[in-house]
């Protein structure tokens, strides 16, 4: 039997992780390798570890450092096959933008994994970022501030509302399906209103006042599920006098 | 696992309850700081083998899944409902008698901590009471050290995992002993409190004292009283000595009535097999206009006081009293938010203004000589006291220890000491204290 130096229970020889804290066991029987020298003259010591091995943030991490390889590596090689053949970038700057753009997602995804609206808000730079450099890539700007920059702020602001509708709720059914519609129907309404202000200088709302409408009896019908049938199927015990 | 047993096993899969009627007032009283949750902590000679335990948590939870209940909010009522999620089980971090919650408990209303050699389990008190939580505690013991390999000797009595659950384990056992038009109960004057000014956050800390049993036994014989009435003697001849030494404007403007609430474990009064709630209070007290009160004069009142307040027809009164005021039909139909307002409001006025302390014994445990061994000591921390009463006390007995655990949510610990000064002039001794030194 062995402790686990954290909480101190008797833990099973074949663990790698105390059930209890959830800390790594320390065991004096792992295989340890020869001392390392690396530059600074410190010394390590080099462990095989397994993926199995490993927790979920160190797993996210080398999925982050395996996908940042290939990404950077598809969009360097991608750089300079253009440059070779036209000796200047041309059409690559799609492929960078975009690579630049999944490595950016990546990243806010493995760093940011348990801070929700940091991740949307991290999310919604890059998206920007790629819009604007794709529309820039002409040297010229032309749809980027006047309808991508608002799109994006009025899906962010959609976005956090039901984000922390979300966090508030007890319970995770039919209700937030109704909110995902409603936020749905503002969103489209936001679209519409600035498409018409692009093309026509003008406020028009037509079909997304149809959208709108149309979620209202749907929300309804999805609350009442929520809240009178769904969470509390015997309404005797919801109503016990 | 016999016919029966399945049977009931598989009535019992999904179900709900009413709170039983002293669990009815929780729900709108508890907070971050109020919880209403205590602890039984016991620990063994030999560090917790975690395999073993979690094994036997999931053995036993199945005996009991009428403690596997979620707190929900009704119209009239709150109610319990059955969720079949697995208990907790946490490391002991050191938070004692936190708020249960949604996310680390599973939304249930017990929890299971661990620690080095250590197990505790808190409930709240909303699910059930000292004895019904001792139950499930006893069987998880000895379900654990049998998977530890320690043999249980036969007759151990406690509720094996593979025993059938009774219908009357899950019984709200007030309402089967609830007589009509029975006459109400005289109204309490306000009692006398602790002048202690409250930590300002954080509040809870608990102090204990070990005393030898075969002492006190012998101590309570010599007045020939019971432990708990020698025990409940000396709390109150505690709070006399606090009070005697309160500067004489303050005395003036103190009541001077010292009460104690002291639980009864009803099913001793009334036969139950019902694991919820089934608990009421005698209140000894001493009356300080009368005069101060030597020892001797205390437990002589409080021995009498105990023996006419556990009177099986003026406990009938209390409960007829209590679950009264539940069946009373403008009372059901008021909307919940409505009522807990009202008992919010009314919490301090009719109940905690009433008392000066709170004393709870739960008796001695014992799991047989054999298992016993494996046991270097048992503890029972009381709930978070509300801030009218400030301290209470919780006391369990294992072997030849009577241990005593204060909780306080005051910056004083002037009142314990003052009861450990009463056991030494008694010439008890204790065998370990902690007590912090606080201001005075």
């Known amino acids: ?38 530059k600074g003259g410190q010394n390590i010591q080099k462990r095989y570890i397994s993926m199995g091995q490993l927790n979920r943030p160190q797993k996210r991490k080398v999925m982050w450092e395996v996908l940042s390889l290939i990404v950077l590596s598809g969009v360097l090689g991608v750089v300079l096959l253009n440059l070779i053949f036209n000796q200047r970038i041309t059409w690559s700057v799609y492929p960078l933008v975009l690579g630049l753009g999944i490595f950016g997602y990546a990243s806010v995804f493995t760093f940011w994994y348990d801070k929700g609206w940091q991740q949307l808000l991290g999310d919604m730079v890059i998206t920007f970022a790629v819009l604007f450099s794709l529309d820039f890539t002409d040297g010229m700007l032309q749809w980027a501030l006047p309808v991508a920059f608002p799109m994006l702020v009025g899906t962010l602001a959609v976005g956090l509302g039901l984000y922390f509708i979300a966090r508030r709720s007890r319970y995770y059914g039919f209700d937030l399906m109704a909110y995902v ?40 019908v999805l609350l009442y599920i929520h809240f009178r049938l769904r969470k509390n199927p015997d309404l005797k015990k919801f109503f016990h006098i | ?35 209403a949750v205590f602890r039984f902590y016991v620990s063994l000679k030999q ?31 709150y109610y319990l409902e059955h969720k079949n999620l697995p208990i907790s089980v ?43 939580s001792m139950e499930f505690f006893k069987s998880l013991l000895i379900t654990y050290l049998a998977e530890t390999g320690v043999g249980i000797p036969a007759g151990v009595r406690y509720f094996h995992p593979d025993d059938p659950i009774s219908g009357e384990e899950l019984e709200d056992s007030f309402h089967r002993y609830f007589k009509k038009n029975l006459p109400d109960l005289t109204r309490l004057s306000r009692a006398f409190h602790l002048p202690f000014k409250l930590q300002s956050s954080a509040r809870f800390s608990i102090s204990s004292i070990t005393l030898s049993l075969k002492q006190m036994k012998h ?57 919820r709630n089934f608990t009421l209070f005698v209140l000894p007290e001493i009356d300080l206009r009368l005069g101060y009160y030597t020892f001797q004069e205390i437990v002589k009142k409080v021995h009498h006081q105990m023996a006419l307040e556990k009177d099986q027809k003026l406990i009938s009164r209390t409960i007829s009293r ?78 030849d220890n009577l241990m005593l ?16 000064q009463i056991f030494s002039d008694q010439g008890i001794e204790p065998e370990v204290t902690n007590i912090k030194n606080t201001e005075p």
Not at chain 1, 11 to 26: A, F, I, K, R, S
């Open chain 1, 1 to 38: 039997m062995i402790k686990c130096t954290h909480c101190g229970v008797e833990l099973e020889e074949n663990m790698n992780y105390c059930p209890l804290c959830g800390q790594p066991v320390e065991k004096e029987s792992m295989p340890v390798h020869e001392p390392v020298h690396i």
């Open chain 2, 90 to 132: 946490q490391e002991d971090t050191g938070v004692l008698c936190r708020k249960f919650d949604r996310e680390t408990d599973h939304g249930l209303l017990l929890r299971i901590l661990v620690k080095n050699h250590t197990i505790s389990v808190e409930f709240s008190h909303i699910l059930t009471d000292g004895q019904g």
């Open chain 2, 1 to 35: 696992m016999n016919e029966q047993t399945h049977t009931e096993h598989r009535v019992i899969e999904d179900f709900w309850l009413k709170l039983d009627n002293a669990a009815k007032m929780y729900p709108a009283l508890m907070n971050r700081e109020f919880t």
């Open chain 1, 181 to 220: 519609f409603v936020g749905l129907a503002v969103l489209v309404l936001l679209l519409e209103g600035v498409l018409s202000l692009y093309h026509t200088h003008g406020l028009h709302l037509d079909w997304s006042i149809i959208v709108l409408i149309s979620v209202i009896p749907v929300d309804a």
């Open chain 2, 405 to 420: 655990t204060f909780g306080n949510i005051t910056r004083s610990t002037n009142f314990e000491r003052r009861l450990l």
């Open chain 2, 219 to 275: 101590k309570a014989g010599h007045y020939s009283v019971s432990v708990t009435e020698y025990l409940i003697s000396a709390y109150l001849c505690a709070l006399q000595e606090v009070y005697k030494d309160l500067p004489p404007a303050q005395k003036r403007r103190n009541n001077k009535i010292l009460r104690i609430q002291v639980p009864v474990n009803l099913r001793s009064i009334f036969p139950s097999s019902s694991m």
């Open chain 2, 322 to 399: 209590n679950v009264g005021g539940e069946k009373n039909k403008l009372v059901r139909t008021i909307p919940l938010f409505i009522k807990s307002l009202i008992l919010q409001t009314q919490y301090y006025s009719l109940g905690a203004n009433l008392y000066s302390g709170e004393l709870t014994n739960l008796g001695k445990l014992d799991l047989t000589p054999p298992l016993n061994e494996q046991i270097e000591s048992v503890g029972f921390v009381p709930p978070p006291p509300n801030k009218a009463l400030k301290v209470d006390c919780g006391v369990i007995g294992f072997q």
């Open chain 2, 47 to 77: 560090p917790v083998q975690i395999t073993s335990f979690f094994r036997a948590v999931r053995k036993v939870e199945k005996r009991f899944p009428y403690f596997k209940m979620q707190l929900k909010r009704g119209f009239f009522w």
